[in-house]
């Protein structure tokens, strides 16, 4: 690991926790050149499958993306950081074990239901962008179905 500070590759552990319920390791380092401490988090890595995309094309899954994503629809809402980790953790969790290649569309299809039960604004937010609402009343059906 090299120090942020000097560059040197020469850093030791001064302590190593579990964080984010135990899918990362939080450490404490020390350069031994400089003395500089800084923390580092190693992750599991369990995202590595290919979105299938709408018009056929592959990509490599990017959580970056969808986490975009969701902030956006979650904007001005009572939603912490902590929640939509959590949310994203879990549905990452499903699609690893779908396969090496999972379609868009499941992908957004289980975002929409998981927000749904996070947050419904967030939820009317996201799923008008998803199913790219043409007018008024696509959307009031769609509001409709939530409200029954």
């Known amino acids: 690991m090299l120090c942020p500070k000097c560059k040197k590759a020469e850093t030791r552990v ?9 899918r990362e390791v939080r450490r404490r380092r020390e350069c031994e050149k400089c003395g500089f401490r800084f923390t580092t988090f190693e992750q599991i890595e369990t995202s590595n499958f290919i979105v299938i995309k709408k018009d056929g094309s592959r990509e490599p899954y990017q959580r970056q993306k969808i986490e975009s994503g969701v902030w956006k629809s979650c904007e ?10 959590a949310l994203l953790n879990n549905l990452e969790d499903g699609w690893s074990s779908l396969g090496k ?3 868009s569309k499941l992908i957004g299809e289980h975002l929409m239901e998981a927000l749904k039960t996070l947050d419904e604004v967030a939820y ?6 998803y199913r790219q609402f043409k007018d008024v009343e696509s959307f009031k059906a769609e ?6």
């Open 14 to 22: 001064i302590d190593s926790r579990d964080t984010n319920e135990g």
């Open 76 to 85: 001005k809402r009572p939603v912490t950081e902590a929640q939509v980790e």
């Open 101 to 103: 290649e999972i379609p």
């Open 124 to 129: 009317i937010r996201f799923a008008s962008v």
């Open 143 to 148: 509001l409709s179905k939530l409200l029954d």
